[in-house]
């Protein structure tokens, strides 16, 4: 009998190499897989630019990156899939987290921040969220994830050790209290790490055996480039540099660089950015 998670459905029919692999590498750290991909965002900074003086808003190229990489999950569902307990899950949800710093010093305390990404949001609807949490999150002194993470980290060692031991095997059987993983970015589809909002490039980073989260991305600084177009002249052109770093358990190299051409266009093609998420786009993945 199959018993699904809060957060998850068993995916059953698997052939006999994903049924075995979770047993190979059982960590989700010994399955990392890292690409750096650079993005010409040079028609969607135009486009944002524009729509910021003509509306009065506040597009932020992070907004942009969020649209996309959702609509990418929602298109390709295999991304949103994740190993716990030795088992391949389906996540019911497309959820992406991030930190948010409260001032840019390096005393600065940092918030944690989850974002439930709905079929019907629009680069529109996920930029108004985004700037609304955070700014509220940059109001209070912190969120319930924050005031959780400081009473717990004020506990004794040997009292974490049994708590975290306790909470690993919850995970293993995938009885996780959705209270636990509400606003914990460990449960995310997408950790992703904003460096070029601090003026800092995009590093590998790991991902966690705590949690679920399969994927994690690091959004280095926007740069410039001056390329030649077919005319002979160099044109500049506004470039991104990205990170991602996936659990290779849940989609081989072929479906993860056939989504990235999703993420692609998207970027180089913002007008799209303005349908829901869950809408096709004109892109060969097959």
């Not at 660089?257 to 692609?264: C, E, N, P, Q, W």
């Amino acid at each position: 009998m199959f018993r699904d998670r809060v957060d998850g459905k068993r995916i059953k029919d698997l052939d006999g190499f994903h049924s075995i692999v979770p047993y190979i590498m059982p960590k989700r750290t010994e399955a990392e897989v890292s690409s750096r991909e650079t993005f010409d965002v040079t028609d969607l900074c135009e486009y944002m630019r524009n729509r910021n003086l003509a509306e009065g808003i506040n597009l932020k190229l992070f907004h942009a990156f969020c649209t996309a990489i959702s609509r990418t999950i929602y298109l390709r569902p295999q991304m949103n899939i994740f190993v716990a307990g030795k088992r391949f899950w389906q996540r019911k949800d497309v959820i992406l987290s991030f930190v948010v710093k409260r001032k840019f010093e390096d005393s600065s305390e940092e918030s944690l921040m989850c974002l439930k990404v709905t079929p019907d949001m629009t680069l529109d609807s996920i930029s108004h969220t985004i700037l609304g949490d955070v700014d509220a999150i940059r109001k209070a002194k912190t969120n319930d994830v924050g005031k959780l993470m400081d009473f717990v980290g004020k506990l004794p060692r040997f009292i974490l050790c049994i708590l975290f031991g306790f909470l690993r095997i919850l995970e293993y059987f995938g009885v996780m209290p959705s209270s636990l993983m509400k606003g914990d970015p460990n449960y995310s589809t997408v950790l992703l790490s904003n460096l070029g909002s601090i003026g800092a490039g995009a590093p590998y980073h790991h991902l966690s055996n705590y949690g679920t989260c399969s994927i994690m991305v690091t959004i280095g600084t926007l740069r410039k480039e001056f390329e030649e177009a077919a005319d002979g002249i160099k044109k500049e052109r506004d470039k991104l540099d990205v990170t991602f770093t996936l659990d290779e358990r849940i989609a081989d190299g072929f479906y993860f660089a056939k989504s990235l051409r999703i993420t692609r266009f998207l970027l180089e093609h913002p007008e799209y950015l303005t349908q829901p998420v869950n809408a096709a786009v004109p892109v060969d993945v097959c």
